[in-house]
Nanobody, 125 residues
């Protein structure tokens, strides 16, 4: 069982930056792939970024590639999402998620097992 708590959301102007953090419980954090997803008002939740348990491979949605960076610190049981050059269309609730323990994710396979409650990011035009 993994518990996830996101932080770092807020209001920012277009072109600005935010860094989201996700704190995870448990002793086996390093064995989980970690991802960020988002859900905009009136839309379905969508994939944003994923980092595999070894940290060596990362995947991004086309809409955020080159602007967002996912990283992890296994010593702190934390995963981060650095968001730069934010746009109004990035406005959403951002969710941290953990995959199956020991599972290595390939591009396009983003089914996750554990979810945080989300943090709201609002980007003003």
């Amino acid at each position: 069982q993994v518990q996830l708590v996101e932080s770092g959301g807020g209001l920012v102007q277009a072109g600005g930056s935010l860094r989201l953090s996700c704190a995870a419980s448990g002793r086996t954090f390093s064995s989980y792939a970690m991802g960020w997803f988002r859900q905009a008002p009136g839309k379905e939740r969508e994939f944003v970024a994923l980092i595999n348990w070894g940290g060596g491979s990362t995947y991004y949605a086309d809409s955020v590639k080159g602007r967002f960076t996912i990283s992890r610190d296994n010593a702190k049981n934390a995963v981060y999402l650095q968001m730069n050059s934010l746009k109004a269309e990035d406005t959403a609730v951002y969710y941290c998620a953990a995959g199956g323990i020991g599972k290595y994710y390939l591009p396009g396979d983003y089914g996750m097992d554990y979810w945080g409650k989300g943090t709201l990011v609002t980007v003003s035009p």
